[in-house]
């Protein structure tokens, strides 16, 4: 545990507490692109399945159930309690595009060949392109929300983080995961013009809007 990575889970934390709150307070999933929920609800399940087998800390067991329970409450709300307000035409990204690349690295690719090392190895390249069917979204309606907006930052921020607490762990324990690395940095780049509009155009008041 360092500050980067503590920073990093907070972020994660405080970006899922924004999301949920605003489905839940606005009563609708406008402008949230459910394949992007389901693909991260996808990404916990396969690298938290050790939960019940391998204890590491109180603190990452908390954040285990924390990410599991709030991803699967996530995609009830969107696909049950408030289906209606869902906007499936606009969320049309074809998520089998990454899941089959993502499933096929991960099999040949991997620290071990092993079962939960491949989900794991899965999970770390999922999660690092699953954000595309938000942004996707936000392409196509063309504008997004302020509260959404404040969501993907902190998402991206988590990922930033992240990647500072991978240097921070090579620089002080000489410890480094090349397949956790890359990933980082993929997702993180992902991010790079929506932090630009953030900080340009959000801070500022207007609204943001991703090129079609």
């Not at 916990?44 to 109180?58: E, I």
């Not at 794991?120 to 504008?143: M, R």
């Not at 002080?172 to 990933?183: K, M, P, Q, R, T």
């Amino acid at each position: 545990m360092n500050i980067f990575r503590f920073a990093g889970d907070l972020s994660h934390v405080f970006a899922i507490i924004i999301l949920l709150l605003k489905i839940w307070k606005t009563r609708s999933c406008a402008g949230i692109s459910g394949k992007s929920q389901i693909l991260f609800a996808v990404v916990y399940l396969t690298r938290y399945l050790d939960l019940f087998t391998t204890y590491v800390s109180l603190y990452n067991s908390v954040m285990k159930v924390l990410f599991l329970a709030t991803s699967g409450a996530t995609v009830y709300l969107m696909y049950v309690k408030f289906k209606a307000t869902y906007d499936h035409n606009h969320d049309s990204f074809r998520i089998e595009f990454l899941l089959i690349p993502c499933a096929l690295l991960s099999l040949v690719i991997n620290h071990e060949f092993t079962l939960m090392e491949v989900l794991w190895t899965f999970s770390i390249y999922l999660e690092s392109v699953a954000i595309l069917p938000q942004l996707f979204l936000v392409s196509k309606t063309g504008e997004a929300e302020s509260i959404t907006s404040h969501y993907l930052f902190a998402l991206g921020s988590y990922r930033a983080l992240y990647l500072l607490n991978w240097v921070y762990r090579y620089m002080v324990e000489s410890h480094y995961d090349l397949i956790a690395i890359f990933a980082g940095i993929v997702q993180t780049i992902l991010y790079c013009d929506f932090f630009y509009l953030y900080i340009t155009k959000v801070l500022k008041g207007k609204k943001l809007q991703l090129p079609a």
